[in-house]
């Protein structure tokens, strides 16, 4: 157990539906990092929040969106959902706000599946 | 997004090989990190190198930052079965907007 907690582990949802995915950070922890794994394109940095600020965005779909709540826990919601969002996503967390590499925690991860 | 260059996208090797694999970019890099992603899991870090040149060990993990902070090496000596799983490097960037990059990760198989 990492300590960084995802709900739920696996989702299946149609075409065009909206879902939120939840991650609970490592206690202590101040930043969270949103991250999408498929199989071709590796893993791809979505957005971390710092103490409830968004700090810095990647590849991230205007579709998409998260936010980190003053218990610190984070939400991606993604909207309007494709065949193309099916993949992996994977919250990590960090005790600091600069995206500093070392420190970085993964959760287990959501599967997504869109059918 | 940039990526790093990760090779070999897969191996499959037989119990009690050693392993290489290594990452190279058109960028210089800070720092160099190197994970390992078991099937159905999250990454988890092996390996951190900070300096150029850099050598560190983990077990039956020897990581190397490249004398040219453009590239790093992994490898595995007597590899076992539960070595299987995925191994990403990641790269820091440099100046003050650092991002951390990825490779797209090399796949391993291991014939007990």
């Known amino acids: 157990d990492s300590g960084v907690t995802q709900t739920p582990k696996h989702l299946i949802t149609a075409t065009g539906q909206r879902v939120t995915l939840r991650c609970s950070p490592r206690?202590?922890?101040?930043?969270v990092y949103w991250y999408q794994q498929s199989l071709d394109q590796g893993l791809q940095f979505l957005i971390q929040?710092?103490?409830?600020?968004?700090?810095a965005k990647g590849n991230i779909l205007e579709r998409f969106s998260a936010q980190q709540f003053p218990d610190l826990h984070s939400e991606l919601n993604l909207s309007s959902l494709e065949l193309g969002d099916s993949a992996l996503y994977f919250c990590a967390s960090s005790v600091a706000g600069q995206d500093i590499g070392y420190g970085y925690t993964f959760g287990s991860g959501t599967r997504l599946t869109v059918v | 997004g940039q990526q790093l260059n990760q090779s070999p996208q897969s191996m499959f090797i037989q119990e009690g090989e050693d392993v290489s694999m290594n990452c190279t970019s058109s960028?210089?890099?800070?720092?160099w990190l190197w994970y390992k992603q078991d099937p159905g899991e999250g990454p988890v870090l092996l390996i951190a190198l900070y300096k150029a040149g850099e050598l560190t060990s983990n077990g039956r993990l020897t990581a190397q930052f490249g004398t040219t902070r453009k590239d790093s090496f992994l490898n595995i000596s007597a590899s076992i079965p539960s070595d299987v799983g995925i191994y990403f490097c990641?790269?820091?960037?440099?100046?003050?907007?650092?991002?951390?990059?990825w490779g797209l990760g090399t796949s391993l198989a291991v014939n007990p």
């Open positions: 960028s210089i890099f800070n720092t």
């Open positions: 929040y710092y103490n409830g600020e968004e700090r």
């Open positions: 990641a790269g820091l960037s440099a100046g003050n907007n650092r991002k951390l990059i």
């Open positions: 206690s202590g922890d101040l930043s």
